[in-house]
């Protein structure tokens, strides 16, 4: 149990202090960024074809590290209190979305061996791999921020997918209407127009489709103008998000005097840590 135990410390974020859990991070963290590289450098054709074995034997080296690092956290997960159950705490723990990332970075080098594949779904499996991007969310307290954010502000943030959603609905159906008779090659169907409004309600404007009637560019000013309102909105629920959670991790922290020695005790209420610092502000 002990052994148990220290493996969840050192394969969980690391503590201050606790220098084989850092080692261990880092070397995660290292690890998925060449994985990226990799990922990256695959798709060049002529690198592809002379580096093929490297690429090859560094993909079952990553994947062995990665696959057993989800059997550790899947065997070291009912030390968190919600996973206690050694059977059904271990079941909810894959269902997690941490845990499903996990899965998602290594089940593409898997699924081809145990299922026969046609070797074009086989290319799509391996986009699957940059998944392993997304493990970083682990170690890196910005990317936690981000999902902190997202998580609160989810609710706002499906009402404005839902009303861009209906606008852009609106906006290239009234289009199709209007410009079916002057443009049937372009403006064929809703479908169709669908895409002329994505390029309009996000100010990009290809150039490839605009419309040519007065009633037609009149519609497109009007719905270029709504999407520039519209878009605006993610950004200020974001930001004001971002203020949220900054101003809960600060109010995680608080910091008294000692009465009695003076030494600063900074307490973060996080996770009940305390450190002692003396006058001149070392830590003790």
Same mark, same amino acid.
């Given at each position: 149990?002990?052994?148990? +135990?220290?493996? *969840?410390?050192?394969?969980?974020?690391?503590?201050?202090?606790?220098?084989?859990? +850092?080692?261990?991070?880092l070397?995660?963290?290292?690890?998925?960024?060449?994985?990226?590289?990799? #990922?990256?450098?695959?798709?060049?054709?002529?690198?592809?074809? !002379?580096?093929?074995?490297?690429?090859?034997n560094f993909?079952?080296? !990553?994947?062995?590290?990665?696959?057993?690092?989800?059997?550790?956290?899947?065997?070291?997960?009912?030390?968190?209190?919600?996973?206690?159950?050694?059977?059904?705490?271990?079941?909810?723990?894959?269902?997690?979305?941490?845990?499903?990332?996990? @899965?998602?970075?290594?089940?593409?080098? *898997?699924?081809?061996?145990? &299922?026969p594949?046609? %070797?074009?779904?086989?290319?799509?499996? +391996?986009? =699957?791999?940059?998944?392993?991007l997304?493990?970083?969310?682990r170690?890196?307290?910005?990317?936690q921020?981000?999902?902190? #954010?997202?998580?609160?502000?989810?609710?706002?943030?499906?009402?404005?997918?839902?009303? #861009?959603? &209906?606008? @852009?609905?609106?906006a290239? !159906?009234?289009?199709?209407?209007?410009?079916?008779?002057?443009?049937?090659?372009?403006?064929? !169907?809703?479908?169709?127009?669908?895409w002329?409004?994505?390029?309009?309600?996000?100010?990009?404007?290809?150039?490839?489709?605009?419309?040519?009637?007065?009633?037609?560019? =009149?519609?497109?000013?009007?719905?270029? %103008?709504?999407?520039?309102?519209?878009?605006?909105?993610?950004?200020?629920?974001?930001?004001?998000? =971002?203020?949220?959670?900054?101003?809960?991790?600060?109010?995680?922290?608080?910091?008294?005097?000692?009465?009695?020695?003076?030494?600063?005790?900074?307490?973060?209420?996080?996770?009940?840590?305390?450190? #002692?610092?003396?006058?001149?502000?070392?830590?003790?």
């Open positions: 149990m002990l052994i148990k +135990r220290r493996i *969840y410390e050192i394969i969980e974020v690391a503590r201050e202090g606790d220098i084989l859990s +850092r080692i261990f991070d070397s995660i963290i290292i690890l998925i960024i060449l994985n990226i590289i990799a #990922v990256i450098l695959g798709t060049v054709r002529n690198f592809y074809i !002379s580096h093929q074995v490297l690429l090859r993909e079952i080296i !990553s994947v062995s590290v990665f696959t057993i690092e989800y059997l550790l956290r899947l065997w070291t997960a009912t030390y968190k209190e919600r996973f206690e159950h050694p059977v059904w705490g271990r079941i909810k723990y894959i269902f997690t979305p941490m845990a499903i990332i996990d @899965l998602l970075a290594i089940l593409p080098f *898997y699924l081809p061996m145990l &299922i594949m046609d %070797l074009r779904f086989l290319r799509i499996l +391996r986009l =699957f791999r940059i998944f392993r997304f493990k970083m969310t170690y890196s307290k910005a990317m921020t981000l999902g902190n #954010v997202i998580k609160e502000k989810k609710e706002e943030l499906l009402v404005t997918v839902f009303i #861009v959603f &209906i606008l @852009l609905l609106t290239s !159906s009234l289009m199709y209407y209007v410009e079916v008779d002057a443009q049937p090659d372009k403006f064929s !169907s809703i479908l169709d127009a669908m002329w409004g994505v390029a309009t309600l996000t100010t990009v404007g290809y150039g490839d489709v605009y419309p040519i009637t007065p009633l037609g560019k =009149f519609l497109g000013a009007v719905i270029s %103008l709504l999407g520039i309102g519209l878009f605006a909105l993610p950004t200020g629920i974001l930001a004001s998000g =971002f203020g949220e959670e900054i101003r809960k991790n600060r109010e995680k922290k608080r910091t008294i005097i000692c009465p009695k020695c003076g030494a600063e005790l900074e307490i973060d209420l996080s996770n009940f840590d305390i450190k #002692v610092k003396d006058k001149e502000g070392r830590e003790k």
